[in-house]
């Protein structure tokens, strides 16, 4: 592990993305179409460092349930701020957006609503439905928060037409006091678990980010914790402070040590698994 300033300015390097006028047009008819369909994407509103990337792909995941969280995790950039009216026009207005873009494969988040009963399945369900029915042959991926541990409606989420259930661990369990308030370790672990359960057939997905203090013993135990929750696939990236704001990078792992994480989860039975510092949920699997 690495933590020194040379370290921090290897991995500013490292992110950094040739960008030619070409792709900046690209880029910005993306954000206009985006604008113009009225939806948000955790691309731009969480600062993902793939940004770029995935826009010249074009690819895009869907930030649904409005652009405030009523949590505030150490590590996001999210807005924590009173929650927004669920909006009705939101799932038609996904849809639409991912049929203009002409996205293969769509992926959908959400902030956390831990105001609503439902914690918003409802209003993924809804999304989800409205892109397969515009986009028949695109597959879709979505991101859920734990839910508030209100799954009762979980079956219609798990029919409405997904093909990746992904849930974020987002770090290793100590660090949850400090940086997580609000979420619960085991509580993410049971609704992987509990999808698994539901439908074995489902491709079932995690995260986590490294470089928040951990340690390499707690990091194994995550990837043995996730893999014992049934998962299929885990993604492993370093943490990128996206603001002044937000939890400082405690330390920039070696690409050594991700090629040692992603041997160990392969050797668990991971059917794939992404370890190297841009790794995020969101990233291709191709």
């Given at each position: ?19 030619t ?59 924590n ?29 959400s902030v956390?609503r ?82 698994k ?29 996730v ?32 090629k ?27």
């Amino acid at each position: 592990m690495q933590r020194s300033g040379r370290a921090s300015h290897e991995y500013k390097r490292m992110i950094s993305v040739k960008v030619t006028a070409s792709d900046l047009k690209k880029v910005h008819k993306i954000k206009k179409l985006l604008r113009k369909n009225r939806v948000n994407t955790v691309c731009e509103k969480a600062r993902c460092p793939n940004l770029t990337r995935c826009f010249l792909h074009p690819t895009a995941t869907f930030i649904i349930l409005g652009a405030a969280c009523t949590r505030n995790c150490a590590f996001c950039s999210v807005t924590n701020a009173p929650p927004e009216p669920v909006d009705e026009n939101e799932p038609v207005n996904v849809a639409n957006a991912a049929r203009a873009l002409k996205l293969e494969h769509v992926v959908i988040t959400s902030v956390t609503r831990d105001d609503l009963p439902d914690a918003g399945i409802a209003q993924f369900v809804k999304t989800v439905r409205r892109v397969k029915e515009l986009s028949r042959d695109t597959s879709v991926e979505i991101l859920t928060p734990d839910l508030n541990g209100a799954w009762g409606e979980l079956p219609a989420l798990l029919d409405a037409g997904i093909d990746i259930f992904g849930h974020n661990i987002e770090m290793v369990r100590r660090l949850y006091p400090e940086l997580r308030r609000g979420a619960d370790y085991d509580l993410s672990l049971s609704l992987l678990r509990e999808v698994k359960q539901l439908r074995p057939e489902m491709t079932t997905k995690s995260a986590v980010m490294l470089g928040l203090g951990e340690t390499k013993e707690e990091v194994r135990a995550l990837i043995g914790d996730v893999r014992a929750a049934g998962c299929d696939i885990i993604v492993i990236g370093q943490y990128l402070q996206p603001d002044a704001a937000n939890a400082p990078v405690k330390e920039y792992i070696s690409l050594d040590d991700f090629k040692y994480y992603e041997k160990y989860a392969y050797s668990l039975g991971f059917t794939k698994v992404l370890s190297f510092p841009l790794a995020r949920s969101s990233y291709s699997l191709e």
